[in-house]
């Protein structure tokens, strides 16, 4: 008897590890392009929650995480589409983290996500028109749109005494976008906007886009584009002409490589990128430091938010199936139920597995409003003495 129970045993254990499968998640992120210089650190943090929920081996009874990683190039829809192809149809992931730039995720969205019925969580594309675009239920995002960032924008300047400003951004939906948001917002708290124009990517020289600003006028260069592109050329055209000497850099212009690459000449502007400082924020920072990795980096949190929030609806809806989870997220993301932060996924998926409800927080206090994008909430920065220094932190309208 005893012999035939260690073999009865042994065959429920190799018959549990046998259906133990492999999930594939896509992490669709600008490798290459205007943003490369932070995208890795997003798909690190990422991969970083793939791990925690691999390691737990508490995945829908055991599966583990695999991360395929694919180039959206930020800029390059018809790239960005056959890369989301690749990951779908010959990688057969279960769900993408991502895309990045607006743009690319629109089209993503559209050619590859809704014919394919594939979930999509985006930590960084922030254009309004995502809000109201055609996705089957399948889009999510836990960054804010730039409708609230526009007014963050109006708030901060106005309260730093700027009352005029001249206005250039990348000439995309995202920066189309967050250039009409802004706009709208500080004209109607009094402000002027002395010029709105739209720049390229890819220049050698922005020195005739510079001089139609200048000529303009404004108290402050408002630069709504991309930190490793044309933004960064406008800036240092703009500081060689003396045509202006003080920036303020919405979140596309957050990063170290700006800073690095222009030098002292940085010191004063400011800006604001999404964040908040809590219990969450400051554990995953915590965590990342620990894997190595920049947790106050562009979008790093909210990479790490949106792989954790499609492996957890995983495991309500005990499927891998985009089309029977999708519905699970928003109900994750805002509870009610118990509070989930960085590093407790493995304790998530136990309550999941035992019927109770959780709420994710996880590392941008995520809450999850009308068509499954982020509240929002941005920390407001200064650059001093090379660094980016908080200044405050505030909710999104």
Do not use: W
């Not at 300047?157 to 920066?175: E, F, H, P, S």
């Not at 089309?323 to 493995?346: H, R, S, V, Y």
């Amino acid at each position: 008897m005893k012999k035939l129970l260690l073999a009865t045993a042994a065959t429920a254990l190799f018959a549990g590890a046998a259906s133990a499968d492999e999930v594939k998640i896509g992490v669709l992120l600008g490798y290459t392009g205007p943003l490369e210089s932070i995208t890795p650190t997003m798909a690190d943090s990422a991969e970083m929650a793939m791990k925690e929920v691999s390691d737990s081996g508490k995945l829908l009874g055991g599966d583990t995480v695999t991360s395929v990683r694919g180039d959206s190039t930020c800029i390059d829809s018809a790239a960005a589409t056959a890369a989301a192809e690749r990951l779908v149809t010959s990688d057969k992931v279960a769900a993408i983290v991502g895309a990045d730039c607006s743009g690319v995720t629109g089209s993503v969205l559209q050619n590859v996500a809704r014919p394919n019925g594939i979930v999509m969580v985006s930590p960084s594309a922030t254009s309004p028109a995502l809000s109201t675009a055609e996705d089957d239920g399948l889009f999510f995002r836990t960054a804010p749109s730039d409708a609230r960032q526009g007014v963050v924008m109006a708030e901060v300047l106005l309260k730093r005494g700027y009352k005029t400003v001249a206005l250039t951004y990348t000439n995309n939906d995202y920066g189309k976008g967050l250039a009409d948001s802004f706009k709208e917002s500080f004209e109607a708290q009094g402000g002027t906007v002395t010029i709105s124009a739209p720049h390229e990517d890819g220049k050698a020289d922005y020195s005739a886009e510079v001089a139609s600003l200048a000529a303009a006028g404004g108290d402050i260069l408002v630069d709504a584009g991309y930190v490793d592109q044309g933004g960064k050329g406008i800036i240092q055209a703009a500081l060689d002409t003396g045509a202006f000497d003080t920036f303020y850099l919405p979140d596309g212009m957050y990063g170290d490589s700006l800073i690095a690459a222009i030098g002292a000449p940085m010191n004063g502007s400011f800006g604001d990128v999404p964040g908040i400082d809590n219990d969450g924020s400051r554990k995953f920072i915590e965590m990342a430091k620990a894997a190595g990795i920049d947790g106050t980096s562009s979008f790093a949190p909210e990479s790490y938010d949106a792989a954790a929030l499609i492996m957890l609806a995983m495991e309500a809806a005990k499927s891998t199936n985009s089309k029977d989870f999708a519905g699970k997220i928003m109900e994750i993301a805002n509870g009610p139920g118990e509070k989930i932060l960085p590093g407790q996924l493995a304790h998530a998926l136990d309550l999941i597995d035992q019927g109770k409800p959780i709420d994710y927080e996880g590392a941008t206090a995520v809450t999850l409003i009308g068509p499954g994008e982020s509240a929002g909430n941005y920390r407001i920065y200064t650059i001093k003495d090379g660094t980016q220094v908080t200044d405050e932190y505030i909710q999104a309208p």
